[in-house]
């Protein structure tokens, strides 16, 4: 399945995630999809419409898609239709896995408590916020990279922030994660 076979039944299956497709010269496209509706694209460093211009050039080598809340939503893009159609050049080369099945019911484990004093605890942010943050910057990887700050343990929200962020590339989009998860605290 090519990447844009797979945004195609992502669109018409009403999924709510990100797509992340690596695109020639290890570059990242990020395209964001609330109920089958593109909402968000990114690429180059670069956010919207302007993105389509970039990626003529270019071909997809791979995608892959991790279900979630979309934190970014771009209100100037055109119509979802209008999007397919600028993406199916780029997109219509290189291998990835099948739409994913939907997720089975399962219950999750409660958060663990993070940390040392209560008045800290009462303004918990949401950690699943934070995970969905980091998978916009940084792709599916970013679940593991929680999962593994969370066992190591913190002190306090902008501690597990400063570690998370080195994590993010280039330094603009690590300082625009840390402001955005920064917030996510308040």
Known sequence: MTPFALLQSLCSDRETGLLFAVMEGNRQLRIGLVDGEIVHI???????PITFGLLAASHAVSASFSRGMVSDIQATLPSTSEILRR??????????????APPSPTPTAPAKQLWKNSEARARNPSI??????????IGPIGDLLIDQEIQNG?????????????????????????????????
């Open 128 to 137: 699943d916020e934070l995970r969905n943050l980091l998978v916009d910057y």
């Open 42 to 48: 990114t690429y180059a460093l670069k956010r919207g």
């Open 87 to 100: 993406l199916q050049a780029p997109l219509s080369s290189g291998e990835c896995p099948a739409a994913p």
């Open 154 to 186: 913190f002190e306090s929200w902008p501690e597990l922030v400063d570690r998370l962020a080195q994590d993010v590339t280039p330094e603009a989009e690590a300082s625009a994660f840390r402001m955005a998860a920064l917030r996510l605290s308040h």
